[in-house]
């Protein structure tokens, strides 16, 4: 009788064993799943990002938090090529973009406040931080509204983020991402 008690104890002992290792993995698979989507969202988009240094309303900018983005960037969808006016910030714990298509019908191309029409990208999240370079020094903003007559993009964009996926034996699972985007290429 005592050998069957020590042998199903073991027993229970692998498969509980067994089965949080398999729940981690498969919460970790998950989260890192999340950011390399999110990640290549990022370096698509980014990597098409346009600045236009003009006066008046078709001045097209470039705006950068630590926690936001502003941009332009092309989208195209069927005949034609138009442009896509980008937010991508942090709310909470999600990480959410909005989205304005702009045409030949559009008649001013800066960014209103806030962020209209997001939509999540990414959620539980625990942390997004960006930093943009401009050659010699990483900056925590950017923003071609201040620059005049020689407006830039930054050379490349760090994104930094943690994202969590849940509790498992009595901790928090969380990730962290790093990745430099180069700009324009």
């Known amino acids: 009788m005592v050998i069957i008690v020590i042998v199903f104890i073991s027993g229970l002992l692998i498969f509980s064993t067994i089965t949080l ?3 981690r993995q498969t919460t970790e698979k998950t989260i890192s799943a999340s950011a390399t989507d999110f990640i290549l ?9 346009i600045i236009q240094d003009i006066e008046g309303p078709f001045r097209i900018d470039f705006i950068g938090t630590e926690t936001s983005i502003k ?11 138009d442009l896509g006016k980008y937010g991508i910030y942090l709310d909470g714990n999600e990480i959410k973009m909005s989205f304005e298509r702009i ?40 923003d071609t509204r201040n620059q005049y007559a020689c407006a830039k993009l930054p050379e490349k964009i760090k994104v930094f983020c943690t994202l969590t996926g849940g509790r498992c034996e009595g901790k928090e699972i969380e990730k962290s991402f790093n990745e430099e985007i180069w700009m324009g290429k």
Do not use: C, M
Request: charged letters at 25%.
């Open 103 to 142: 045409d030949r019908n559009s008649d001013d191309y800066s960014f209103k406040s806030g962020f209209s029409g997001s939509q999540v990208l990414v959620e539980n999240v625990k942390e997004l931080a960006f930093s943009y370079w401009d050659g010699k020094n990483w900056e925590k903003f950017w």
């Open 71 to 81: 941009f332009f960037a092309p989208y195209t969808v069927g005949k034609g090529s």
């Open 41 to 49: 969202f990022l370096r698509h988009t980014l990597r098409e990002a």
């Open 21 to 23: 290792r398999i729940s």
